[in-house]
């Protein structure tokens, strides 16, 4: 059942990409272990809340990513079109991702596709990062960048591992100020709210825990190989946050 679920995303995905015939429309894959707006628990205000927004591009992959903690927390899973809400500890973090469609067929994680994230976070506060894709090489922004919006197209090339292979992936922090701040608001307004299925989540990840130290593993070295300029994108400062919403 979960991976005819995932080969459905990963289908309904690829269709967006390459331009859905009239008339063909796909909602927001909700990929395995996540739950609907409002299923999730009431947020904690002993807790840090981190949204990960995951905003269409023409750069976008198929299938979904999921993030953890290196700690060995499952974070949770997220998919073109969603943003996922979850609490976390105050404190300090470091997150990876990665997206197991595209590596059952591409083969061994990259540096350029496993994202990391290092985070400081105080509770009570709201943190947002963008999820991007064919912006990065494996250390850090190559290329200025144009959104797809309402069906339009652009003509920047995706940044990728090789020809022929996925696209470049990194977690994006989104502090106040920044200059997609101001586009917050419209991307949490649109992108469907998935919260984590944590039970099932953490029992999937400690299941495959040498999955993670795989990832970890590379996430890390990618972190210690970024640009110190996209060190600082890479990574959420406790004043990153906002007042809980």
Do not use: K
Not at 47 to 72: K, N, R
Not at 93 to 120: D, I, K
């Amino acid at each position: 059942m979960a991976t005819a679920r995932r080969l459905r995303g990963a289908l309904c995905v690829a269709v967006l990409l390459g331009g859905a015939a009239p008339g063909v429309a796909c909602a927001p894959y909700r990929p395995p272990f996540t739950a609907p707006a409002g299923a999730g628990s009431p947020a904690d205000p002993h807790q840090a809340t981190l949204v990960f927004l995951w905003p269409a591009t023409s750069c976008d992959p198929a299938g979904y990513f999921t993030i953890a903690g290196t700690d060995g927390r499952f974070v949770g899973n997220v998919a073109r079109g969603t943003q996922l809400r979850v609490s976390v500890p105050a404190g300090e973090h470091t997150f990876v991702a990665w997206n197991e469609v595209m590596e059952g067929a591409s083969g061994a994680p990259s540096v350029a596709t496993v994202p990391v994230l290092r985070a400081t976070l105080a509770e009570g506060r709201v943190y947002y990062v963008r999820m991007a894709f064919g912006e990065w090489d494996a250390t850090g922004p190559r290329h200025p960048f144009t959104w797809v919006r309402g069906g339009g197209s652009t003509s920047n090339r995706c940044v990728a591992v090789a020809p022929g292979e996925s696209t470049t992936s990194a977690m994006v922090a989104l502090p106040p100020g920044s200059e997609a701040w101001s586009t917050v608001p419209e991307w949490t307004a649109q992108l469907e709210v998935i919260a984590p299925d944590l039970v099932a989540g953490q029992a999937w990840l400690d299941a495959n825990r040498e999955v993670l130290d795989a990832h970890r593993a590379v996430g890390e070295g990618r972190f210690e190989g970024l640009r110190p300029g996209a060190r600082r994108m890479a990574t959420v400062v406790a004043e990153d946050g906002v007042s809980g919403r």
